[in-house]
């Protein structure tokens, strides 16, 4: 157990519609990144926040937004939802940049 | 743009063999992470390198970093079974971070 957690696990919703992922960072970490792998993209690295605010961001699509809260959790909205967005998405999360990311279980979503 | 490549991606080896997987990178980073993935699970940190020359050792598998070649190698010793995964090279230069494709590595008895 990372101490990452991540909700819902399993996610399944239509073509067009618009989700919410949440996770929570381990206790006393500041980062928090986004991944989704997908079996013909692989492990793409979407966006990272530190203490609230935006620090990188990688192949995110303008469809997909994220913040982090003042408690330091995180949300990423994935909206007008395609098929190809059916993957599996983790969050991880570190003391900072230059550390180790520790990952979250993952939400599966899948598309319809 | 940062770019990671891993190679071999796949690698089937018997029991007792030693191999080596190579993770090559395209920028002057000396941050490199190495990470397992279990299928269905998530990832695992391994190993956090930080500088040129840094060697670290898990067990069996071995990871160093050579950042004037841009190279690093994740070297396994007398593979058991359990080491059956796929392993990730990851990269991180300032507000980009990049991941290898992934090498899937079944150890045969």
């Known amino acids: 157990d990372s101490g990452v957690t991540q909700t819902p696990k399993h996610l399944i919703t239509a073509t067009g519609q618009r989700v919410t992922l949440r996770c929570s960072p381990r206790?006393?970490?500041?980062?928090v990144y986004w991944y989704q792998q997908s079996l013909d993209q692989g492990l793409q690295f979407l966006i990272q926040y530190y203490n609230g605010e935006e620090r990188a961001k990688g192949n995110i699509l303008e469809r997909f937004s994220a913040q982090q809260f003042p408690d330091l959790h995180s949300e990423l909205n994935l909206s007008s939802l395609e098929l190809g967005d059916s993957a599996l998405y983790f969050c991880a999360s570190s003391p900072g940049g230059g550390h180790e990311q520790f990952f979250g279980p993952g939400t599966r979503l899948t598309v319809l | 743009e940062l770019k990671v490549e891993q190679n071999p991606l796949f690698l089937s080896m018997q029991e007792g063999k030693n191999y080596t997987i190579y993770c090559n990178y395209s920028t002057t980073s000396d941050r490199l992470y190495w990470y397992r993935q279990d299928p269905g699970k998530s990832l695992e940190s391994l190993f956090v390198?930080?500088?040129?020359?840094a060697v670290k050792q898990e067990g069996r598998l071995m990871a160093s970093l050579d950042t004037k070649a841009r190279l690093s190698t994740l070297h396994i010793t007398a593979a058991v079974h359990d080491l059956s995964a796929t392993y990730f090279c990851?990269?991180?230069?300032?507000?980009?971070?990049?991941f290898g494709a992934g090498t899937r590595l079944t150890v045969k008895p």
């Open positions: 990851a990269v991180d230069e300032d507000r980009d971070m990049r």
């Open positions: 206790s006393g970490d500041l980062s």
């Open positions: 390198l930080l500088s040129n020359g």
